[in-house]
């Protein structure tokens, strides 16, 4: 025997023991099932993983060791589990529940080996829903799950005594919530990422109560301490005790008391013992969401299939001669192995792009547009170029990019008072403006340079720093992205207003030409926008980092401001379809032909031919979001905003086509090239170190739901739902918030509104806008019910 065939007979007999093992297991593990009353010449033959019922397309049960080893008894339906069923893997994880074509989907409960345990509902292969999970050490949380993660209202029981009870997001607690620790003290107020922030009561046991603000789990700012005896301590709170300071009233019955008291020791002594556990509790290998299914497929052609485990590696074991082994995830149908080859996937060509429940309305569908005809599979636009042109030395804009890198280095590295949040009035003050010359040969504060004299404006700069940091906005890291080694990027064309845009190589940061008003106007909004976006973490109004001007001297003199920005589709994911949305209709609609579509184009109201759908919590956040802003955005009379919207779909085949959840498989094979799998996408969801960037309107997993419009020439938009929908990454804020209601305005609604109908010109009245722009925007998302 060659060394190559004794390879092959050891490795058919390690899959021999490892099958008789797993069937043994599954003797001693799975008990009797009742599910359904089958009748006895239904039920299937262990030893024969083949055997279907005569009738295909019907539910049987089925009980089948698979050829990986992998063991599974239960209802079956053509090729998946559909119905009550039992799943054993071979690495020990089990499940026991509701299946939906081959998802986990509805009721059941999920063990690893290790002894944790999770019972409650499940939504396409996720954790999602209501379920409690309890973890190999004893934790046990019961309470609200968004895929995979701790998200709504919950309750947390640690094994050693201490209880939280209040709100989650993203896996850690936020929101609102009460602390009990096992020794009596606890704490009630809010919560941000996981930890004491905000407001908040804490009591001790012996009596004591601190009430008044936190931040990162100690005081921080105004508050109260409080003895049984009722003397108090009130002042501004600080582990810095250069900054702590306050008044000591002491109390009618004891009044010398607590007069020796130290506020410090609340930090060194009252607090002590008293951390918040780790919320990311125990980590698991492995999650419900990437189990995938391993099953035998018929296979009409000669060419051999190799042997994969869940784990996607390649095995030795002898083919059958016209079988192939399908790999299935149980949350979607194709995902990318953990050795990145990718994994063959069934599905039914004639049903991808098929419009599912909409029969009735595609026959009243003209469907003469050819960009987005409703009868054709949805494909991805044509990849596009890397957006922007290079700044290099011969570009007519090379000497202002030198010039505007030399004034953030040095507007950056400006020394500048203590950061804190509190701001003075003084701070937003318009006069309150840094002019600093650059001349070529350098000067006590400034470098030498190889472009022409030049002067740099900072405008209100302390409030801008602060704005950074507020916005966890690394400074180093900030001057690195856009004064770094690499050059800027310019758009190829200027905006509807003039503008030019640039974006910094590593598109963290987009930088924009904006006019005197416009300075004029984020001046004037500055103090209100500071208080806005600080007391929401979560807006969607677009990020400011820096407010500049260069004005260069010499025969040719003119002036040049800018804002820098956060770019919203800064990702690891591809952005497949961009949207600019304000809920009007006159000159909403995009006039490039669909040839000339790629995946950069930005298109209107009228293009859109989707719903987003976000989960229940996410959607109820989003509404409040929106309307907060809005509201604040109509108080400072502005108008002609936009919510940019960019979608990355995370199921596409190799010919483009957008595969829709749910898609059935059949006997034609599509490879699925996402550019991120979906347990590439299940670590990113729940790596603690990126789970920050998963935020409302940033990196969030939704659904959206295609449209369809009644008629070619009728402005309606938004189209009739078909039911067909596809998973999304989303991205979305609002931009574009500059523009006020000034008298330009006012005659440009005047004289539109001579020729056209006035609701569907953009330029309208603050509140009209608003009231307009949010009746649109709600239509536009909805809340995912999912099945």
């Known amino acids: 025997m060659s060394k190559e065939q004794s390879s092959v007979a050891k490795a058919w007999e390690a899959t021999i023991r490892k099958t008789q093992a797993a069937r043994r297991r599954a003797n001693s593990i799975f008990g009797t099932m009742s599910i359904t009353h089958a009748d006895d010449d239904n039920e299937v033959d262990p030893e024969h993983n083949n055997n279907k019922p005569a009738s295909l397309g019907?539910?049987?049960?089925?009980?089948k060791i698979l050829p990986n080893g992998d063991y599974y008894t239960g209802q079956w339906y053509e090729n998946f589990p559909n119905g009550l069923g039992k799943y054993l893997w071979?690495?020990?994880?089990?499940?026991?529940?509701?299946?939906?074509?081959?998802?986990?989907?509805?009721?059941?409960?999920?063990?690893?080996?290790?002894?944790?345990?999770?019972?409650?509902?499940?939504?396409?292969?996720?954790?999602?829903?209501?379920g409690t999970y309890t973890g190999s050490n004893g934790d046990t949380y019961r309470g609200q799950w968004v895929m995979?993660?701790?998200?709504?209202?919950?309750?947390?029981?640690?094994?050693?005594?201490?209880?939280?009870?209040?709100?989650w997001r993203c896996g850690m607690q936020e929101g609102q919530g009460k602390y009990n620790w096992k020794n009596g003290n606890y704490y009630i107020g809010e919560w941000r990422k996981g930890g004491i922030f905000g407001k908040g009561t804490f009591v001790w046991s012996n009596g004591n109560t601190y009430d008044g603000y936190w931040e990162d789990g100690m005081p921080k700012g105004n508050g109260t301490f409080k003895w049984p005896d009722d003397s108090f301590y009130v002042g501004n709170w600080s582990k810095d005790p250069n900054e702590q300071n306050g008044t000591y009233f002491p109390s009618e019955t004891s009044p010398e008391e607590n007069q020796d008291w130290d506020p410090r020791s609340v930090y060194d002594v009252d607090l002590s013992g008293c951390?918040?556990?780790?919320?990311?509790?125990?980590?698991?290998?492995?999650?419900?969401?990437?189990?995938?299914?391993?099953?035998?497929?018929?296979?009409?052609?000669?060419d051999k299939a190799r042997r994969m485990s869940v784990d996607g590696r390649v095995s030795v074991g002898i083919e059958r001669p016209f079988d192939k082994l399908q790999i299935w995830d149980n949350a979607t149908a194709g995902a990318v192995t953990g050795d990145g080859c990718d994994v063959n996937v069934v599905g039914d060509r004639e049903n991808i792009g098929r419009i599912s429940d909409g029969g009735d309305l595609l026959a009243s569908v003209d469907d003469g547009n050819p960009k987005w005809s409703p009868l054709q599979p949805l494909k991805l636009p044509r990849p596009g170029k890397r957006q922007g042109e290079t700044i290099s030395k011969d570009h007519k804009n090379y000497e202002l990019m030198l010039n505007l890198q030399l004034g953030i280095r040095h507007s950056v590295a400006r020394p500048g008072p203590a950061a804190s949040l509190d701001l003075k009035a003084s701070a937003f003050d318009p006069k309150e403006k840094v002019w600093t010359k650059f001349p070529p040969e350098g000067s006590k504060h400034t470098p030498p340079h190889p472009s022409g004299e030049f002067k740099w404006k900072d405008y209100c700069p302390l409030v801008f720093r602060t704005l950074r940091k507020l916005f966890k906005v690394d400074s180093a890291d900030y001057m690195l992205s856009i004064c770094?080694?690499?050059?800027?990027?310019?758009?190829?064309?200027?905006?509807?207003s003039g503008s030019f845009f640039y974006l910094t190589n590593d598109d963290r940061y987009m930088i924009k030409t904006i006019k005197k008003s416009e300075v004029k106007v984020l001046i004037r909004m500055l103090p209100a926008y500071y208080n806005h976006v600080r007391a929401h973490e979560n807006t969607l109004v677009i990020k400011f980092f820096g407010l500049h001007c260069v004005k260069v001297t010499g025969p040719i003199q003119r002036k040049v401001r800018f804002i820098i920005m956060g770019n919203l589709f800064c990702s690891e994911f591809t952005i497949h379809r961009r949207y600019d949305l304000k809920g009007s209709s006159l000159g909403r609609l995009t006039d490039k032909p669909e040839a000339e579509i790629d995946e950069t184009t930005i298109l209107k109201d009228l293009d859109l031919n989707f719903i987003f759908k976000l989960q229940k919590s996410w959607f109820q956040e989003f509404c409040r979001q929106i309307d907060r802003d809005c509201d604040f955005l109509e108080q400072e009379r502005i108008m002609d905003y936009s919510?940019?919207?960019?979608?990355?779909?995370?199921?596409?085949?190799?010919?483009?086509?957008?595969?829709?959840?749910?898609?059935?498989?059949?006997?034609?094979?599509?490879?699925?090239?996402?550019?991120?799998?979906?347990?590439?996408?299940?670590?990113l969801l729940l790596d603690p170190d990126r789970r920050d960037s998963i935020r409302l309107g940033g990196n969030m997993p939704a659904r959206v739901e295609r449209t369809v419009r009644r008629g070619e020439f009728e402005l309606q938009l938004i189209g009739e739902p078909t039911g067909e929908c596809y998973e999304v990454i989303m991205f979305f804020g609002i931009i574009d918030i500059l523009q006020d209601y000034d008298i330009t305005k006012k005659l440009e609604h005047a004289y539109k509104s001579?020729?056209?109908?006035?609701?569907?010109?953009?330029?309208?009245d603050p509140r009209q806008y608003s009231k307009r722009f949010r009746d649109f925007i709600f239509n536009v998302f909805s809340e995912d019910i999912q099945l």
């Open 484 to 496: 770094g080694n690499d050059a800027l990027r310019e758009l190829s064309s200027p905006g509807k």
């Open 90 to 130: 071979t690495d020990g994880c089990m499940y026991v529940g509701e299946w939906h074509r081959g998802k986990t989907m509805g009721k059941g409960r999920f063990s690893w080996p290790s002894g944790a345990t999770y019972e409650g509902e499940f939504k396409s292969g996720f954790m999602d829903g209501i």
């Open 275 to 302: 951390e918040v556990n780790d919320v990311d509790g125990e980590k698991l290998s492995v999650l419900p969401s990437q189990k995938r299914l391993a099953m035998w497929s018929s296979s009409k052609n000669d």
């Open 58 to 63: 019907e539910t049987y049960l089925a009980d």
């Open 754 to 764: 001579i020729q056209y109908d006035p609701t569907s010109i953009s330029a309208v």
């Open 148 to 167: 995979n993660l701790k998200h709504g209202h919950g309750v947390k029981s640690y094994a050693h005594g201490d209880c939280y009870d209040g709100e």
């Open 643 to 683: 919510l940019l919207v960019g979608l990355h779909f995370r199921q596409v085949s190799g010919d483009r086509e957008l595969i829709p959840c749910g898609a059935d498989p059949g006997d034609s094979e599509i490879v699925v090239v996402p550019r991120l799998s979906r347990v590439d996408i299940d670590h």
